[in-house]
Nanobody, 123 residues
Framework: QVQLAESGGGLVQVGGSLRLSCVASGRTFSSTTMGWFRQAPGKERTFVGVISWIDGTTYYADSVKGRFTISRDNAKNTLYLQMNSLKPEDTAVYYC????????????????WGQGTQVTVSS
């Protein structure tokens, strides 16, 4: 089973940027579709974006489209989430996860999860 570890969260002002990283253990990272989710206090975990292992195609939630960018470095077994123009509503714990089978947007389609990293956007 793949183990995931997120990092890069923190406190940032409105309009600022952060880059989250997710390091994966195991030799299957390069052939695994990966996703990012987030969970705000008192709310359900929601989809942020996903990147295909086949061709690097990305899909995003409407709420982050144009502001967030997912990328991956297979040589480093690392997934990234570049977050720009951050808003207070982006405040949440951010999780990376491995897809059970290709492109998906629901959390039940993802298997292994990291422990999460907190992002707080202050106004």
């Amino acid at each position: 089973q793949v183990q995931l570890a997120e990092s890069g969260g923190g406190l940032v002002q409105v309009g600022g940027s952060l880059r989250l990283s997710c390091v994966a253990s195991g030799r299957t990272f390069s052939s695994t579709t990966m996703g990012w989710f987030r969970q705000a206090p008192g709310k359900e975990r929601t989809f942020v974006g996903v990147i295909s292992w086949i061709d690097g195609t990305t899909y995003y939630a409407d709420s982050v489209k144009g502001r967030f960018t997912i990328s991956r470095d297979n040589a480093k077994n690392t997934l990234y989430l570049q977050m720009n123009s951050l808003k207070p509503e982006d405040t949440a714990v951010y999780y990376c996860a491995t897809s059970r089978s290709g492109i998906a947007r629901t959390s039940d389609s993802f298997g292994s999860w990291g422990q999460g990293t907190q992002v707080t956007v202050s106004s």
